[in-house]
């Protein structure tokens, strides 16, 4: 089958939506002649697991900074958002960002980053939300390696700027995610900033020497 690097149609039927999902591998075939075409590719990468304004915005935003967008998800393996997340599956996250007329290319990246992404399709640019303008709010601490590794295939980092909402607050909070019990507590102690007393105490964890001492526990059972 001949293998497009331009647009998808603006109108797409749900089957054409899942021809935008391939393999890294697929895809760095089909863009590995780019150069010669002088396209511009541009990349999002997150889990996206609930698809909102904000997002939408964001990806036809960084669609308007080349020829290409690809959007690349976080497998289900990978996402660290705490229990029941991912709520929707890869295959269904996938799906739901194919079917927007602005996102050319959807890959599932199995990996806790971007950095393998990064390093098959050297995109020129790497785009990502305003909330990530500044690396010292990024609790995950990857921000700068991909930024860093988008650099060094020739690429740059690139802010967008828009509305921003949070889909893992927006699910807690409108989504039977949690017991309603569960979901208070979880409520309370974001608003009381249990939150930053607990990074504190773990700062100055950092800083200390600790030993744990324990003793084995057997249990045996008929």
Known sequence: MEQKVSSHPANVSSEDARD???TLAELTETLSKRDAKKIKVVLC????DLLHMGHVRHF???????DVLVVSITADAFVNKGPGKPVFSQGLRAEMLAALACVDWVIVNDSPDAVPVLDAIKPNVYAKGSDYSDSDDDITGKID???RRAERHGGRLAITDDITFSSSELLNRHFEVFEPQVRDFLA???EGGALDRLMEYLDKLSEMRVLVVGDAIIDEHP
């Not at 036809?60 to 080349?66: C, L, V, Y």
């Open 20 to 22: 935008k999902i391939v």
């Open 60 to 66: 036809q935003e960084a669609r308007a900074m080349g």
């Open 188 to 190: 309370g102690m974001r």
């Open 45 to 48: 990468h997150g889990v996206f």
């Open 145 to 147: 390696v991909e930024r």
